[in-house]
């Protein structure tokens, strides 16, 4: 069984700053690529940034010169920084692991809860 876990959400004004944490435990034998999502009201689910082992990093256009994302591979931890938040940037934001399990042969996708980000004024 794996968990993800994320925290550092909430509400912050336009101009500011967030940081986002999610670690991952379990029976995890390796991870591939640890990343963030994000879903705003009535839209889809979309690729904010993700990390690979090898840290090949890509981060959507809507952020970037923005947010950071980066990894403590020892933690399975995954941080996204985000500063400058507009009221767009405004979402249920998740956590996303592609990992294999001990024991098995195929890598997959886990997801966190999310965390809610409101950017408001």
């Known amino acids: 069984q794996v968990h993800l876990v994320e925290s550092g959400g909430g509400l912050v004004q336009p101009g500011g700053s967030l940081r986002l944490s999610c670690a991952a435990s379990g029976s995890i034998f390796i991870t591939r690529a640890m990343g963030w999502y994000r879903q705003a009201p009535g839209k889809e689910r979309e690729l904010v940034a993700r990390t690979t082992i090898s840290t090949t990093t890509t981060v959507a256009d809507s952020v970037k010169g923005r947010f950071t994302i980066s990894r403590d591979n020892a933690k399975n931890t995954v941080y996204l920084q985000m500063n400058s938040l507009k009221p767009e940037d405004t979402a249920v934001y998740y956590c996303?692991?592609?990992?294999?399990?001990?024991?098995?042969?195929?890598?997959?996708?886990?997801w966190g809860k999310g965390t809610l980000v409101t950017v408001s004024s």
């Open positions: 996303n692991a592609n990992l294999r399990v001990t024991g098995s042969d195929y890598f997959r996708d886990y």
